[in-house]
Structures are given as C-alpha cells and as structure tokens.
C-alpha cells in the first residue's frame, strides 16, 4: 500500500532528528482512513528546542518527500517535551506544502489518547498530558460558535467541497461529543447527519466522494449545494451552541 511505504520512507528521513515518538490521529487511527483521499495526520515529538537549524532540517525533509505518492496529504506537527501541555499552544507544522504554526487541539489530543496510532517510540499516554472533559466541551462549543458559525455567512467558501464537507461533519461530530462526550468518525457522521436532518443530497454527495464515485463538476449543483448547506447549518449551530454553551 502507498501508505505505508510512505509513512516507512517518512520515518526513515525522521531519524535523523532522533524522534522520541510518532503517532497518528484522525482518520489513519480511527478506522476510517480511504488512501488516496484522506490525510494523513501525524504528531512527532522531537528532543528540544527546536531551533533555526532543526526548523529546516523539518523543512527539508518535506520538501525532500515531494513527488512521492500521497505525500502532499501528509500533516505533521512537531512537539517537544517542553511544549507538549497547553493545547492553546501553537506548534511547528507542516501542512499544505509548508511550514506553519497551528495548535494540537483538544479534539486532537483525546484522538489520541482514545485511539491514536504509535507509529514509533512511547504510546500518547505516557507523554502527553490527559484531556479533561470540560476542557473538550468548551473548545468543541467554541469552535462551532467562534470558527463555524461565523464561516456560515462567508458564502463563497461553501462553493468547495472542503468546506461542505468539514462544516458538516465537524458539526455532527461536536454534537455527538457534547451529548455522550465521545468521538465518532467522519463514516458514523454521515448516519448522524441524515437523523439530523441535514439535506439529503448534500449527505449523499459528500459519501460519494468519500466513499464512491464522485459527481462530475457543475456550477449550479454547486451554487445549490451550497445554499442548503448553509441554510441548515446557520440554525443549526445557534441550536447547538445555546444548549450547550
């Protein structure tokens, strides 16, 4: 499989920095992964600090696996003992063919624990700090109300399949989390997008481009698309986040 001869080279060219651990989260961990498709998202927690040199030493890196199959759908964010508390943290990582800094958000934090991945080295329970409940609640409350809520109204956005389909997903996933205080995968979203009355076709086509063929371009299915997106998605966030919040 492409993915794992990608993820062997990875952690070859990581050696290098003499990694402590490299763990998976999201789909790759979760069971829902579909190669090709999905991204791959990874943590490494490397020896400290992480000066000017070790920066583009990660640079490189990435910039060396270019070309290789699946590797622009590699994430990886980079830790050290020193940053690993503080999920309002913001960590060196490469995503979207270069570096930036993002923080490893509660959500990614109780992936991990729950169900990450050890690619190499010690398991996420022995390194990083354990997510309190109201830790998560709070930042899956604040992210709808603070992030999506206000996306809503940016209609452009809704044109691309991303935004559709993180909006939507991102949405039945938090309200699962705030109710029973578990994570679901994007797959048990979808079942719980149509028992919440999202648009049926909109759920059908964000399946068929996960898990099927794909619907061929077109601007008006778009155009539509979008609206019922937003359309159920505004009221149904304000819903969420005021029995919540």
């Known amino acids: 499989m492409q993915t794992d001869a990608l993820l062997d080279r990875f952690l070859r060219d990581l050696a290098p920095l003499r990694p402590l651990a490299l763990w998976a989260h999201g789909s790759l961990a979760g069971g829902d ?15 400290g600090p992480l000066g000017i040199g070790r ?10 696996l270019r070309g ?22 913001s960590h060196l990582t490469w995503a979207h063919d270069g570096l930036l800094r993002r923080p490893v958000t509660p ?26 409940d109201r830790q998560l609640t ?5 992210d709808q109300r603070d992030f999506w809520r206000p996306a809503v109204d940016r209609a452009r956005r809704w044109q691309q399949d991303v935004w559709v389909d993180l909006g939507l997903l991102t949405y039945a996933r938090a309200g699962v989390t705030l109710r029973e205080g578990r994570l679901i995968s994007k797959k048990e979203a979808l079942g719980e997008l149509s028992g ?6 909109v759920v059908e086509d964000i399946a068929r481009r ?6 061929p371009p077109d ?3 778009r155009a539509r698309r979008a609206e019922l997106t937003r359309a159920f998605l505004g009221p149904a966030i304000d819903a969420l986040v005021a029995a919540h919040g």
């Open 33 to 47: 992964y579909q190669e090709g498709r999905s991204d791959l998202d990874l943590i490494s927690v490397l020896p």
């Open 55 to 64: 920066i583009r030493q990660v640079a490189r890196l990435h910039r060396e």
């Open 68 to 89: 290789t199959p699946l590797a622009v759908n590699l994430h990886c964010s980079y830790l050290t003992p020193a940053t690993l508390d503080g999920p309002g943290r």
């Open 107 to 132: 959500v990614t934090r109780r992936e991990l624990h729950t169900f990450g991945r050890v690619l190499y080295g010690q398991a996420p329970a022995a390194l990083l700090p354990a997510v309190p």
């Open 138 to 142: 709070d930042f899956v409350v604040r």
């Open 196 to 201: 919440l009355g999202a648009p049926a076709e």
């Open 210 to 215: 996960r898990y099927g063929t794909p619907a």
């Open 219 to 221: 601007p008006a299915r």
